[in-house]
């Protein structure tokens, strides 16, 4: 894991996980589930939210309306797929952090780009976009169905790194957050700037020395304009 001290000095971006970072609900929807009744709904899902099926969601390449459907007849489940997906995204939205989205749009107001980076199948991805407003609240995004590959695959990087090539954006100039160490280590071996997100207690440091990199560019920037009128004068 780097140090604070070996992060870029001149940060153009920051992309932040959304689940265990932006959302962080104490317990899965099929958790809550039993508490209404629901008495196999955890055993039955999370066999399905660890199967290939699931994961193959996550890319794009299955529908998991086709598949849900079955676990949640197991569990006793009497309304309709749509139903329970809604429930569970409303559910899920409950724990957003509104406070620390707060925090993304001040870096934004202080032209830093901010993304998303996420595993999602394509219905939580619509409803995080679109309901949520995420598409307005970010610059972009990194989704796994949109882009067909998830987080842990080499072709994943590929993209997010011709991304920011496009745009003049060095990798050592963007910072990731997300809270589980695999991701992080995969973000610093295609050399960008990964770290661990554990609370947003702990995040503020991280925004202590990205606030105090703006003030020093803006210091710079001040200073190179000082200079240029000076010869202009001359």
Same mark, same amino acid.
């Given at each position: 894991?780097?140090? =604070?001290?070996?992060?870029?000095?001149?940060?153009? @971006?920051?992309? /932040?996980?959304?689940? *265990? !970072?932006?959302?962080?609900?104490?317990? /899965?929807y099929n958790t809550h589930m039993e508490t209404e009744w629901y008495v196999w709904a955890r055993e039955e899902l999370d066999s399905f939210f660890k199967s290939d099926i699931f994961l193959s969601c996550l890319e794009g390449k299955w529908d998991i309306k086709d598949f849900i459907w079955a676990f949640l007849d197991k569990c006793g489940w009497k309304k309709s797929v749509e139903e329970y997906l809604t429930q569970q995204f409303q559910f899920e939205a409950k724990y957003l952090d509104m406070g620390f989205?707060?925090?993304?749009?001040?870096f934004r107001k202080q032209w830093i780009?901010?993304?998303?980076?996420?595993?999602?199948?394509?219905?939580? @991805?619509?409803?995080?976009?679109?309901?949520?407003?995420? +598409?307005?609240?970010?610059? *972009?995004?990194? =989704? +796994?169905?949109?882009?067909g590959y998830r987080k842990k695959?080499?072709?994943?990087?590929?993209?997010?790194?011709?991304?920011?090539?496009?745009?003049? !954006?060095?990798?050592?100039?963007?910072?990731?957050?997300?809270? =589980?160490?695999?991701?992080?280590?995969? @973000?610093?071996?295609?050399?960008?700037? *990964?770290?661990?997100?554990?609370?947003?207690?702990?995040? @503020?440091?991280?925004?202590?020395?990205i606030m105090e990199e703006i003030w020093w560019d803006t210091v710079v920037d001040f200073w190179e304009e000082w200079v240029d009128a000076k010869e202009l004068i001359k």
């Open positions: 894991m780097k140090n =604070i001290e070996q992060t870029s000095k001149s940060m153009q @971006a920051i992309i /932040f996980d959304i689940d *265990g !970072v932006l959302i962080r609900p104490p317990y /899965f989205l707060g925090k993304i749009q001040e780009k901010c993304y998303l980076w996420t595993d999602q199948e394509k219905y939580r @991805a619509e409803y995080l976009l679109d309901t949520l407003n995420f +598409s307005y609240l970010f610059d *972009g995004h990194f =989704i +796994s169905s949109s882009i695959s080499p072709e994943y990087w590929k993209y997010v790194s011709l991304y920011f090539k496009k745009i003049d !954006v060095l990798s050592n100039e963007v910072m990731f957050f997300d809270d =589980i160490q695999y991701n992080v280590d995969e @973000a610093n071996r295609h050399w960008f700037s *990964g770290y661990v997100f554990t609370s947003v207690d702990d995040f @503020a440091k991280y925004e202590r020395m």
